[in-house]
T-cell receptor, first 114, second 116 residues
Framework: EAQVTQNPRYLITVTGKKLTVTCSQN?????MSWYRQDPGLGLRQIYY???????DKGDVPEGYKVSRKEKRNFPLILESPSPNQTSLYFC?????????????FGAGSRLTVL | AQSVTQPDIHITVSEGASLELRCNYS??????LFWYVQSPGQGLQLLLK??????LVQGIKGFEAEFKRSQSSFNLRKPSVHWSDAAEYFC??????????????FGTGTLLAVQP
């Protein structure tokens, strides 16, 4: 089944403890991106990647890092999480060519930073 | 700056009634427009999309949307709502870069409640 898989789905952590949210897609998509969803704000893009080793900031990149060492994986790294990063996170992917304009989203990762 | 506005934060309709969710966008060129639905505790599911051509687009679950350039709107409609339609609905504008969508700008969402 074509899908975007995120892990963990739920995580409670404490301020300053580094964490990584993994994202993997099995569709051989070139583009991948991360969004965070907050009440009253909708979804906002954190980072995106156009291909392996090509990443760029989205609208709210502060406090986050990403890497794209393999085409299928696009982990989101919080080096020193803070409570304002408590949010619901979505990873998405889309291809070049046919279907290039439609994103496939993962199921989401709910992160709580105490 | 590009933006998407969903003026209705919360809407309640009776089952079987018609539905229209409003979406207005601000974008300099012809936009790529989307409606997504998010059921409680779930991810985002694409309902429909508009890229070009016929301004009335059909989607899944009996939804349709109409692109009106003069009003910068892309309102979502359904003639008869079912209880299972209760969810949060997001309108989004897509941006192209390097031959594909590299970013979606989302509205703040409309939460739909359905009364029996």
């Amino acid at each position: 089944e074509a899908q975007v898989t995120q892990n963990p789905r739920y995580l409670i952590t404490v301020t300053g403890k580094k964490l990584t949210v993994t994202c993997s897609q099995n569709m051989n998509h070139e583009y991948m991106s991360w969004y965070r969803q907050d009440p009253g704000l909708g979804l906002r893009q954190i980072y995106y990647s156009m291909n392996v080793e090509v990443t760029d900031k989205g609208d709210v990149p502060e406090g986050y890092k990403v890497s794209r060492k393999e085409k299928r994986n696009f982990p989101l790294i919080l080096e020193s999480p803070s409570p304002n990063q408590t949010s619901l996170y979505f990873c998405a992917s889309n291809p070049l060519g046919a279907g290039a304009n439609v994103l496939t989203f993962g199921a989401g990762s709910r992160l709580t930073v105490l | 700056a590009q933006s998407v506005t969903q003026p209705d934060i919360h809407i309640t309709v009776s089952e079987g009634a018609s539905l229209e969710l409003r979406c207005n966008y601000s974008y300099g060129a012809t936009p790529y427009l989307f409606w997504y639905v998010q059921s409680p505790g779930q991810g985002l599911q694409l309902l429909l999309k508009y890229f070009s051509g016929d301004t009335l687009v059909q989607g899944i679950k009996g939804f349709e949307a109409e692109f009106k350039r003069s009003q910068s709107s892309f309102n979502l409609r359904k003639p008869s709502v079912h209880w299972s339609d209760a969810a949060e609905y997001f309108c989004a504008v897509g941006f192209l870069y390097g031959g594909a969508t590299n970013k979606l700008i989302f509205g703040t969402g409309t939460l739909l409640a359905v009364q029996p």
